[in-house]
């Protein structure tokens, strides 16, 4: 039992081009460790996995030196061969990730050695699965959380001594992400298995890993043990990441959000691969490489300025851990929109129980709730994608009839008062229209055809893009570029009230502040309410004045933020603070 | 399960009756509606006298309006008399009823073909998705079915009936047994399957090329299940979703295309009885050879969707009605 179980020296993975998407990654993993590989998208960390398991895409190419044991997986078909029995992964998506036509049952018992309805059973038992029924159940019958275990479940089945985990709590509730994180720990530990945590999540890897590597372009940037990296981050990126992630325990006046978007590996070889967004980079880091070739014991980070600027990284976090903001209570005077008695049911299922709820003129009221709890229903019955079974909304003490049928006139101020933005932007854009056409067509639908372009720059100017975005078409922009466009559409109409449904929940860490700080920003320069509809208690935190907590399609709580979620009343909002991902571990840290 | 199947299949079958109606008024009134009279057609183009003639009008209600000759064929099509052929003499039941057990070999032979040839290329195309076998697959199914049957049939006569002297040129082995039946219309399901085989190699193709990149796929693959149960459980069985879909269309389609076929094998089934009908204003056989059509093209459709549902678990009887 001597030695690593994996160790990675020098792995790339180029295209057939010969563009670079992975560069020279290097670490070990012992046996009961964890170790949590950090980055956001573009990162290569899904790719760096993929390529130890033998399961790139067509036309992605691995070099490099990858032993398990013994054993060279880079060689044809080695992979093949240890899959499933000594190395395993499991993906991020519990709803794609199991054969839809197969029971639980029948994918279990793909793994194991001796499948019958007793070890199902068991295995199943063993990922908190006690009730053997779930065994003859179709993926589609199971609940997200359900599907993550029977994955886990299924990836264990022969019983692997590595397991790679790619995201595995992303999709999920923040109470069950707690619980899979938990588990998956848990089951390392007791199984000694060597656990790889791939994460976007820099607080997730802190409470769950022994040690962390951080990934950025292609490359690795910083490296070391939780403790000492949480204590002391020592590559900028690190801290931006860090400093990114809104905190949920208190609120500050604005976000730390890197500038830019994360750049193809490709595009930053033979420099610093951050320097572009970095606050420090000096002529040294845009000339010369720096990552880090492998992984040792100690914290390490691939940074060139690291001992001069360590001090100056230093005082940044603190002056972040002690910015603090008050949230404002605005809900004073008469509301802006009103709700009452709204009462919604899909076929059979109560959706919606009669709900009531106000949104002032200029606050923010955040509308917090698992999947299935109806928050996404309230959002889209107030602009009428949906209707409502009963129940009353009004603006500006008006009552409008019901969005999906009032009159055409009512509708149109309506419509002007409120708008929407989603979560996937790419998905509200259309693909084949330019942003000048996009915008156009709201400008004409609104009676104010934009000849010279004079409304269209100045909603782009509003989000921070320049006027050469018009001629783009939304696959040429990046995520948060596109969830800007879709701000700016939402403005054009100059609404009082944005709906924003999970609006950041789809971006990077460090996209997603910048984000949050353009609608604070809009929110101060246009007095613009909103009704922040999201499952992510840390956003709610930032963003809104007041919360309201939803649970099976009733609102259980209301209240100021502070007092919600400090001192929340209710045993269900008590349960959704304190499963905010590692935060028990976190403060006991004293960390950002 | 079971009960939920019988009441699926009693309310799709009850929910036919109003569309056969439809069909059969539709029919009736393009048949009137074409240039050339019936009563004509009946004394073969002799000349007759007026009053024979009257006598033969009145004699087969052709001097009443249309409204009341379709309802007095609708009162007897309900005692499951759909008159006599005018033509033959014969009952348009015993002559439909004759001839279509022909057809529904042929076209049942040929979506054999079609399946049994069609999903395991398909799969081969996209297993080896760009080479040398994948692109000829797609080369020959897209010739195929760019050849009217006919056409084909005539070559598939020519080499392999005629040159090679494997299968037999003529007659539909309507008194051998099964295999004699087999063998007399292997060309002629072949010439039928071509015309629509490249729909399912595509299809198959494309469904298969899709499951590759699902998760659940590459995660099967990282758990080490065996390629075999892969291709098998995976790839094919999700694959199966779309085929299923195409087959209904495929297989109404190889009855029509049947018609074609039959005319250039010269054999003795429903196509060449509703051409000849066509051909003579056989009012009678026409209404009765499109309602079995129809009621065909409906019964497929059934089976089509309860085959969907054996297929996969997410899709219950009563949602796929609508």
């Not at chain 1, 007793?118 to 599907?147: K, M, Q």
């Not at chain 1, 992630?245 to 730390?256: I, S």
């Not at chain 1, 603190?318 to 929109?337: K, M």
Request: proline share 5%.
């Amino acid at each position: 039992m001597n030695g690593p179980l994996l160790s990675v020296e020098t792995l790339s993975v180029r295209t057939a081009s010969g563009a670079t998407l992975l560069r020279d990654l290097g670490f070990s993993l012992s046996r009961g460790e964890t170790i949590g590989i950090v980055g956001e998208s573009g990162s290569g960390k899904s790719i760096a996995m993929r390529a130890i398991m033998g399961l790139l895409p067509a036309g992605l190419e691995a070099t490099g030196d990858v032993r398990l044991g013994e054993t060279d997986l880079l060689r044809p078909g080695a992979a093949a061969a240890h899959r499933g029995k000594r190395i395993t992964m499991m993906f991020q998506d519990p709803f794609t990730m199991l054969n839809p036509l197969q029971t639980a049952g029948d994918t279990l018992a793909e793994g194991l050695h001796r499948p019958g309805a007793d070890e199902i059973a068991r295995r199943l038992a063993e990922v908190g699965i006690d009730d053997p029924a779930v065994a003859r159940r179709y993926p589609f019958e199971l609940s997200g959380g359900l599907r993550q275990r029977v994955g886990l479940a299924a990836a264990l089945a022969n019983d692997p001594e590595i397991l790679i985990a790619d995201e595995p709590s992303t999709a999920l509730d923040v109470t069950t992400q707690a619980e899979i994180v938990d588990l998956l720990a848990r089951t390392g530990r007791e199984r000694g298995m060597g656990l790889v945590l791939i994460t976007h999540d820099l607080r997730l890897a802190f409470s769950a890993c022994d040690r962390v590597l951080v990934l950025y372009a292609g490359a690795l940037l910083e490296a070391g043990g939780t403790d000492e990296i949480a204590a002391q981050p020592r590559h900028p990126y690190t801290l931006g990441l860090l400093l990114s992630e809104p905190p949920a325990d208190r609120r500050v006046k604005e976000l730390h959000a890197i500038p830019g978007v994360v750049p193809p590996a490709e595009s930053v070889l033979g420099r610093c691969p951050f320097a572009e967004r970095c606050d420090w980079a000096s002529t040294v880091c845009r000339a010369s490489d720096a990552v880090l070739g492998s992984e040792g014991d100690a914290h390490r980070s691939a940074c060139l300025r690291q001992d001069e600027i360590g001090p100056e990284m230093a005082e940044r976090r603190a002056r972040r851990r002690a910015a603090a903001d008050a949230a404002v209570d605005r809900a004073t005077g008469a509301p802006l929109v009103r709700i009452v008695g709204l009462t919604k049911s899909f076929g059979a299922g109560r959706v919606l129980e009669g709900i009531n709820l106000e949104v002032y003129p200029g606050e923010c009221l955040g509308l917090v709730g698992e999947s299935g709890s109806g928050k996404s229903t309230i959002a889209r019955c107030l602009v009428g994608l949906e209707r409502a079974d009963a129940g009353e909304i009004t603006l500006d003490g008006a009552a409008v009839a019901d969005p999906a049928t009032g009159s055409a006139a009512a509708l149109v101020d309506f419509r002007r008062a409120v708008q929407f933005v989603f979560q996937d932007p790419y998905a509200t854009l259309n693909p084949r229209h330019s942003i000048r056409k996009c915008f156009d067509e709201i400008l004409r639908a609104d009676g104010r055809p934009d000849r010279d372009d004079t409304e269209k720059t100045a909603l782009l100017e509003q989000v921070g893009l320049t006027p050469a975005y018009l001629d783009r078409r939304p696959a040429q922009l990046s995520g948060g570029e596109r969830q800007r466009i879709a701000i700016a559409r939402a403005l054009a109409l100059g609404p009082r009230l944005l709906i924003c449904d999970e609006a950041v929940s789809a971006l990077d860490v460090s996209v997603q502040a910048q984000i949050l700080n353009l609608l604070k920003r809009l929110a101060r320069d246009r007095g613009l309410a909103y009704l922040f509809v999201t499952h992510d208690l840390a956003v709610v935190r930032q963003m809104a004045d007041r919360v309201a907590v939803l649970e099976r399609g009733r609102i259980i709580e209301t209240g100021p933020v502070d007092r919600v979620m400090d001192a929340p009343a209710e045993p269900y909002t008590k349960t959704l603070v304190s499963a905010l991902p590692g935060r028990s571990r976190l403060q006991s840290r004293g960390d950002a | 399960m079971n009960r939920a199947l019988i009441r699926y299949v009693a309310l799709r079958l009850f929910t036919a009756i109003p569309l056969l109606l439809v069909i059969s008024v539709f029919v009736f009134v393009l048949v009137h509606l074409a240039p050339g009279d019936a009563a004509s057609a009946l004394t073969g183009g002799r000349a007759i006298s007026q009053e024979a003639m009257d006598a033969l009008r009145a004699k087969y209600h052709l001097d009443e309006p249309m409204v009341v000759q379709y309802l007095r064929w609708l009162g007897d099509a309900l005692t499951g008399d759909f008159g006599t052929s005018v033509q033959t003499r014969q009952p348009v039941v015993t002559a439909v009823l004759d001839r279509a057990p022909l057809s529904l070999w042929l076209t049942f032979y040929a979506a054999m073909i079609v399946l049994c040839a069609g999903v395991p290329l398909g799969l081969a195309a996209a297993l080896r998705q760009g080479s040398r076998l994948d692109r000829s697959v797609v080369t020959l199914s897209v010739f195929g079915v760019s050849t009217p049957a006919f056409v084909s049939g005539l070559f598939l006569l020519y080499y392999l009936g005629f040159v090679a002297g494997l299968f037999p040129v003529f007659g539909a082995g309507r008194d051998g047994g099964f295999w004699t039946r087999a063998w007399h219309l292997t060309l002629p399901a072949l010439a039928l399957a071509l015309s629509v085989l490249a729909i399912v190699v595509k299809i198959t193709r494309a469904a298969v090329i899709e499951e590759m990149e699902k998760d659940y796929v590459a995660f099967a693959r990282a758990r080490g299940v065996p390629e075999r149960r892969i291709m098998l459980s995976y790839l094919l069985r999700n694959a199966m979703v779309p085929v299923v879909t195409a087959a209904s269309v495929i297989v109404v389609a190889t009855m029509a295309g049947a018609i074609y076929v039959e005319i250039t094998f010269a054999l003795p089934g429903l196509g060449s009885l509703l051409v000849d009908a066509v051909r003579q204003r056989d009012i009678p056989v026409i209404q009765g050879a499109t309602l079995f059509f129809s009621v065909f093209v409906i019964l497929v459709n059934v089976a089509t969707d309860i085959l969907y549902v054996l297929i996969d678990p997410r899709i219950q009887f009563g949602k796929a009605a609508r």
